[in-house]
């Protein structure tokens, strides 16, 4: 694969045995073949398809990796397990892996339920969430594929985040494999932080599915914001979304930076802060680009 590859299905596919003896808590699993390739017409970049053997004989594992909450899951999953069921001929069992907790108040759904005219559908998936895993517990002993994702779990901090690299350089990972720690790492950190720890590369970063899905996530919400309360509004809610992603800003340095956006008129200079927005490697560098295009500071000459 190509080395800005860095979707579910590559991290899953490093190691997928030991990813999925961890996960369903069986050491006798044995990871037959990938069906990903052959399933592409229905599956995303995030979906995985292996065809895994146990005692009683082979069985289908469906793996969604989902950066943020989507209503639409139980639906999808009854979907997608239904069609490789009717494919391969096997039972399914499929997984939801959430990476980014939801809004407090919403619940994850763990089976699609339908009834109508007397008929009733129902189908379980199990639930894994990422920020209710222990990083540290990962690190020194979970599967490969998860050490990328330390700094979405309980307990991460710096510490363990060095910790995961050096993992992942001991256990001899690609370079791919950083970059997702590193874009990971920056939703604890500052991205000089990560810098200094990861080897940061912004080029094949912004390659990743998981890094688009931020970016195409924040135009979409600066969309909608546009279409209902204005274009300005929208794409200063489209870089807040961005900023608070990408650094985890407190309250008070959102409200900060939407008072210093509102002084910026002019839709097309916004337009180019959401770019800056989605690149810049640290809050200092968008506060100085944010400063001279609200002209609050003259630049230097």
Do not use: N
């Given at each position: 694969?190509?080395?800005?590859?860095?979707s579910g299905k590559?991290?899953?596919?490093?190691?997928?045995?030991?990813?999925?003896?961890?996960?369903?808590?069986?050491?006798?699993?044995?990871?037959?073949?990938?069906?990903?390739?052959?399933?592409?017409?229905?599956?995303?970049?995030?979906?995985?398809?292996?065809?895994?053997?146990?005692?009683?004989?082979?069985?289908?594992?469906?793996?969604?990796?989902?950066?943020?909450?989507?209503?639409?899951?139980?639906?999808?999953?009854?979907?997608?397990?239904?069609?490789?069921?009717?494919?391969?001929?096997?039972?399914?069992?499929?997984?939801?892996?959430?990476?980014?907790?939801?809004?407090?108040?919403?619940?994850?759904?763990?089976?699609?339920?339908?009834?109508?005219?007397?008929?009733?559908a129902h189908r379980?998936?199990?639930?894994?969430?990422?920020?209710?895993?222990?990083?540290?517990?990962?690190?020194?002993?979970?599967?490969?594929?998860?050490?990328?994702?330390?700094?979405?779990?309980?307990?991460?901090?710096?510490?363990?985040?060095?910790?995961?690299?050096?993992?992942?350089?001991?256990?001899?990972?690609?370079?791919?494999?950083?970059?997702?720690?590193?874009?990971?790492?920056?939703?604890?950190?500052?991205?000089?932080?990560?810098?200094?720890?990861?080897?940061?590369?912004?080029?094949?970063?912004?390659?990743?599915?998981?890094?688009?899905?931020?970016?195409?996530?924040?135009?979409?919400?600066?969309?909608?914001?546009?279409?209902?309360?204005?274009?300005?509004?929208?794409?200063?809610?489209?870089?807040?979304?961005?900023?608070?992603?990408?650094?985890?800003?407190?309250?008070?340095?959102?409200?900060?930076?939407?008072?210093?956006?509102?002084?910026?008129?002019?839709?097309?200079?916004?337009?180019?802060?959401?770019?800056?927005?989605?690149?810049?490697?640290?809050?200092?560098?968008?506060?100085?680009?944010?400063?001279?295009?609200?002209?609050?500071?003259?630049?230097?000459?």
């Open positions: 694969m190509g080395r800005a590859d860095v590559w991290l899953l596919g490093e190691a997928p045995e030991e990813w999925v003896r961890w996960m369903l808590a069986d050491p006798t699993l044995e990871v037959e073949e990938f069906l990903t390739a052959e399933f592409r017409h229905v599956l995303r970049h995030s979906d995985v398809l292996l065809r895994v053997r146990d005692a009683q004989g082979p069985f289908l594992l469906l793996v969604e990796l989902q950066l943020h909450y989507d209503p639409e899951m139980p639906r999808r999953m009854q979907a997608y397990a239904a069609l490789a069921e009717e494919k391969y001929r096997l039972s399914v069992y499929p997984l939801v892996l959430y990476l980014l907790s939801p809004a407090p108040g919403v619940s994850l759904p763990d089976c699609y339920h339908s009834e109508f005219r007397g008929l009733v379980d998936f199990r639930v894994v969430k990422a920020w209710e895993l222990e990083a540290r517990v990962v690190v020194e002993q979970g599967p490969l594929a998860l050490v990328p994702l330390v700094p979405l779990m309980r307990g991460a901090d710096e510490d363990v985040v060095r910790a995961g690299v050096r993992a992942l350089w001991e256990r001899g990972a690609g370079e791919e494999m950083e970059v997702v720690l590193a874009l990971f790492a920056s939703f604890i950190m500052s991205a000089e932080r990560v810098r200094q720890i990861v080897r940061w590369e912004m080029a094949v970063l912004r390659e990743s599915p998981w890094y688009q899905e931020i970016v195409q996530e924040g135009l979409q919400q600066g969309r909608q914001e546009g279409l209902q309360e204005g274009v300005q509004k929208g794409l200063v809610e489209a870089v807040l979304h961005l900023l608070r992603t990408r650094f985890d800003l407190s309250g008070s340095a959102v409200e900060s930076l939407a008072m210093q956006l509102q002084k910026v008129s002019e839709a097309e200079v916004l337009r180019q802060l959401l770019v800056v927005a989605a690149s810049t490697e640290s809050m200092d560098e968008f506060q100085a680009s944010l400063e001279r295009a609200a002209g609050i500071i003259t630049p230097a000459e």
